[in-house]
Every structure is written in C-alpha cells, then in structure tokens.
C-alpha cells in the first residue's frame, strides 16, 4: 500500500516535470507572442498541479496546503496570461502571417489603430526575425 | 525510491527553467519578458515544492503560496502598466 502511493506520486511528479518541459520549449520554439502565451501559460499550469498532486501522493498530511496552492494557482494563471495577451493586442504586437482568425481585432478595431505606443515600437524593429 | 523520481523530475524542471530563462534573454517585445517571467515563477514554485519534499519540511510550502501571490500580483501590475490604463 505504502509503495503503491510512493509509485503514484513519483509518476505523478515525473508527468508534471514533463510537462513543465514541453511548456518551455514551446516558450522559446513558437514562432508568435499569442503561440508563447499558449505554450507557456498552459502547459506550466497542469504541469504545475500535476506536481503538487504528485507530492499530495507522498506526503498526505501537506493535503490542504497543496490543495489550496494548486486551487490558486488554477485561478490566477489564466487571468494573468489573459491579461498580458490584452496588452500586447493593444499595443499592437504583430501576430504570425498563419493567423486565420483575430477575434478581438473585429469587436474593438481601435486597438490595432493606436499601434504607436512604446511597446510596439521596440518590438517592431527586431521582432520581425524571430 | 520516491528519491529517484523526485531528483528526476527536478532534472526535468531545471531544464524547463533554463528554456524559459532563454527566452526571458532572447525575447523581442516587453510582454515577451513578460511572459517568460511569469513562467519562470511557477516553475520556481515546483522547485520549492519539490524541495520541501527533498528536505521533507512542510513550513516550505506555505512560501511557495506567498510567492505565488506576489509573482501574480506583479505580473498583472506589469500587464496593467503596459496597457497604458491604471
């Protein structure tokens, strides 16, 4: 029974770390601001919480404390990556040239209109070659 | 045999940070550093996870959850700062 849980938990954390592996090099191999915001925000969030899942195995009584980790780190994490690709719609970072369908750009096209604040205007002289 | 895994999976971990660090170097545009930051501190918070467990210390655990407020907190401070509006 006590080596059962000890195998659960270990695979459990192995999962999660492998998780946590793809998210970042999906960060550094995805070819647009909104595919890193996928790649990373995600990925890092399950595998996250596959971790502490993983340690609640090994360890029982940290039951509520990991518990309470993971329950807010599963609120916060989409709310702040949503926020960032906000920002970085309305400062007008280019999107890839595979970009079918941009929602947002249709219900507010004001935010492509101002393109000229300080964050686009860094990121349009080298964001290009990457 | 729990050690096995967990030093395998801090293995893992670290090269996940050091990908994400790569990016938060290389990254064209601000919100780019943004992200790779915001991704660097959850990683960080599975390091102290995993290193409550190493050390086998449940007071770690209630730093991982400080962290994990503050790293949310600045983040959003930064998205809200590059947005323009307050």
Do not use: C
């Not at chain 1, 360890?59 to 329950?71: A, F």
């Not at chain 1, 309305?90 to 300080?118: C, H, N």
């Amino acid at each position: 029974m006590e080596s059962a849980m000890d195998f659960m938990g270990g695979f459990l954390l192995l999962a999660g770390a492998s998780f946590l592996l793809f998210g970042g090099l999906g960060l550094l191999r995805m070819p647009d601001l909104y595919n890193r915001i996928q790649a990373g925000t995600k990925t890092t969030t399950l595998g996250t919480i596959l971790v502490l899942a993983g340690a609640a195995f090994l360890h029982p009584e940290w039951g509520l404390k990991l518990l309470l980790i993971g329950l807010f780190l599963l609120f916060t994490n989409p709310l702040s990556s949503q926020v960032l690709a906000r920002a970085a719609h309305r400062g007008g970072i280019e999107k890839t040239p595979e970009t079918m369908v941009d929602k947002l750009a249709e219900d507010f096209p004001e935010s492509i209109a101002k393109s000229t604040t300080s964050i686009s205007s860094s990121s349009n002289k080298i964001g290009d070659k990457s | 045999m729990a050690e096995t895994f967990i030093t395998f999976a801090t293995i893992l971990s670290g090269i996940a940070f050091l990908l994400a660090l790569g990016r938060f170097l290389k990254g064209p545009s601000t919100v780019d550093r943004v992200i790779a930051f915001d991704v660097l501190t959850v990683i960080s918070i599975t390091f102290i996870v995993l290193s409550a467990l190493i050390e086998e210390r449940g007071i770690y655990l209630d730093v991982a959850l400080v962290y994990a407020l503050l790293s949310f907190l600045g983040v959003i401070a930064i998205a809200r700062y590059l947005e323009g509006r307050f």
